[in-house]
């Protein structure tokens, strides 16, 4: 074990200092341009052995300042995708060709400026579907077993019911205007049981001093994940005033009720998240329909190009299609389908048998 003279500075202003240079430390991590380089240097200042696989180093405050100003002059071809880290799952099968950092850093964020990381640089692990995989997602649907299961059914029936009367989506053609307008709309309510279900089970576990049983993970990775959906459609669409009125209603009321009904029970809430994405993939499968049809108005979608930000999520081919997103899209929606259906019939200390990444 190797005492530097970062850990004496540590030693010598205590542990808020401490605190502050571990998290330095953490963000300075990604930013290490050569993996091999971030090997040596944790090895000259880590407290734990390199081939333990979990390195933490110390960085000085130099070098995270210069970090810093290198991505405001937007040079962020030096910020390593958290999946190529040492401590991640390296994934092991891959739809298409990995966008160099070269190519990443060429990118513009969506104003136009070449002044930040592109969206999506920072992510947490995620799958990444093949072809075979996407293409093979079908409509599925859990039969209720018992009073919570029917009843978070027939909630998400009447939502589903009513969202369509009031957007009038059941009415009239289903042109791209109407599409992005729910793919928006929907992905800003989508992103928030993750999250909120995070938070409790964080909570729990400071509040009762015990461990959590590995779910947080899981459902920060699904809330950025349904994040990354809606930054992926917000690059077709500009949102109206009305429009983000509505989103701001929408989540104050859903994060109360959604928060409210996890602390009752939060066996109904990722039941009731199952069947909610279920008619997700019932939604993006009609959409699919919708751009294969030759003749209608959503069949430029079969040509239309990729945002970069989905080309870079997804690990997509560089040509990829608006189809070809919406089939990933569809993919992450059947995984979360799965993922909350097993959470929910899981007893809330039993341990998740989901991994980072998977
Ligand atoms: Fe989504
Ligand atoms: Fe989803």
């Given at each position: ?15 808020a ?7 330095r ?5 990604v930013?290490?341009?050569d993996?091999?380089?971030f ?6 200042n ?7 696989g ?6 000085d ?63 947490l ?9 996407v293409n ?38 289903r042109n791209?205007?109407k ?9 800003t309510v ?7 279900a ?12 015990q ?12 809330a950025?994940n ?7 459609a ?14 701001i ?8 009720m959604?928060g409210i009904?996890y602390v009752?029970?939060?066996?109904f809430c ?14 993006y499968?009609?959409c ?26 997804w690990?997509?081919?560089p040509?990829?299609?608006?189809r ?7 993919a ?22 989901y991994?980072?990444?998977?």
């Open positions: 074990m190797v005492v530097c003279g970062t850990i004496r500075q540590v030693t010598r202003h205590g542990p200092f401490m605190s502050i240079m571990t998290t430390a953490m963000s300075t991590q930013m290490t341009k993996p091999c380089l090997l040596r240097v944790s090895c000259n880590c407290l734990l052995s390199p081939l333990s979990q390195v933490r180093r110390l960085a405050s130099k070098e995270v300042n210069d970090n810093v100003e290198k991505l405001r002059r937007g040079e962020s071809e030096s910020v390593r995708n958290p999946e190529d880290l040492p401590h991640f799952r390296l994934p092991t099968i891959q739809s298409g060709t990995e966008v160099p950092a070269e190519e990443a850093s060429k990118d513009v964020n969506s104003s136009g400026k070449k002044d930040m990381p592109p969206i999506g640089t920072y992510v692990p995620h799958p990444i579907w093949t072809e075979e995989q093979e997602v079908k409509v599925t649907h859990k039969e209720p077993e018992c009073l919570v299961d029917r009843l978070a059914y027939r909630t998400v029936r009447l939502f589903r019911g009513g969202f369509d009367l009031l957007s009038g989506f059941k009415f009239g053609t791209e205007k599409w992005l307008n729910r793919i928006c709309f929907l992905e989508a992103g928030v049981p993750g999250m909120v995070a938070m409790m089970r964080h909570m729990t576990s400071l509040r009762r001093l461990r959590d049983q590995g779910w947080i993970h899981t459902l920060l990775e699904e950025e349904e994040r990354m959906h809606l930054l992926t917000l690059q077709l669409k500009e949102p109206s005033t009305f429009f983000r009125l509505c989103v209603g929408a989540q104050g009321v859903f994060v109360t959604f009904s009752i029970n939060a066996k990722h039941r009731f998240v199952g069947y909610l994405e279920e008619e997700a993939v019932k939604t499968t009609k699919l329909e919708d751009i294969d049809q030759p003749d209608g108005p959503m069949k430029h979608w079969q040509t239309q190009a990729a945002p970069d930000v989905a080309i870079r999520y690990k997509m081919k040509d990829s299609t608006m070809d997103v919406i089939l990933a899209i569809r992450d929606e059947a995984h979360h389908r799965i993922v909350n259906h097993s959470l929910a019939s899981l007893r809330k200390d039993e341990f998740n048998p991994k980072p990444g998977q």
